[in-house]
């Protein structure tokens, strides 16, 4: 048997983090998204209660059969201060680790500067990796 652990959030665009989720390589149409948390399930197909007795919600879904193998649904549950917080199966952090969560977040921060950047008429000049980090430049459209 799985459980799920929270962790702290901080993607508070949920456009930006779907996009860095297909960054990490979950197909588009393999990522739900809903306005009220929906029920998370294991392994088994079963719903889970690992985390709230009443059910494991969260708004933004990859279903189990999304994730591979014999996974629990991965999801991102918005918090009170509107925040979305991953909740991953301890049986998944082979795939969802540390370093997975760091690309995550590193590809959702790209996306929230270049959503940002289009906002005050910038368009991208060039994305690079300087000693590994990632440089990008902007032009005045």
């Known amino acids: 048997m799985s459980e799920y652990a929270q962790y702290e959030g901080e993607y508070n665009d949920r456009e930006c983090l779907v ?13 739900e998204v809903h306005e009220t948390p929906q029920q998370l399930i294991d ?5 889970t209660h690992y985390l709230d007795p009443t059910g494991d919600k969260a708004e933004i879904i990859v279903r189990r059969r999304n994730v591979g193998g014999a ?7 918005k918090q009170e201060n509107g925040k979305f917080a991953p909740i ?3 049986y998944d952090t082979g795939k969802h680790n540390a ?9 959702y921060h790209e996306q929230v500067a270049t959503k940002q950047a289009r906002r ?11 000693n590994g980090k990632v440089v990008v430049k902007y032009l005045k459209a």
């Open 99 to 107: 370093k997975w969560l760091t690309g995550l977040k590193d590809k």
């Open 120 to 130: 005050m008429g910038l368009k991208l000049k060039s994305r690079t990796v300087v």
């Open 43 to 47: 392994f088994q197909g079963h719903a």
């Open 71 to 77: 996974a629990n649904d991965l999801g991102f549950k």
């Open 19 to 31: 996009n860095a989720l297909v960054e990490q390589g979950y197909a588009k149409e393999h990522i």
């Open 88 to 90: 991953i199966s301890r």
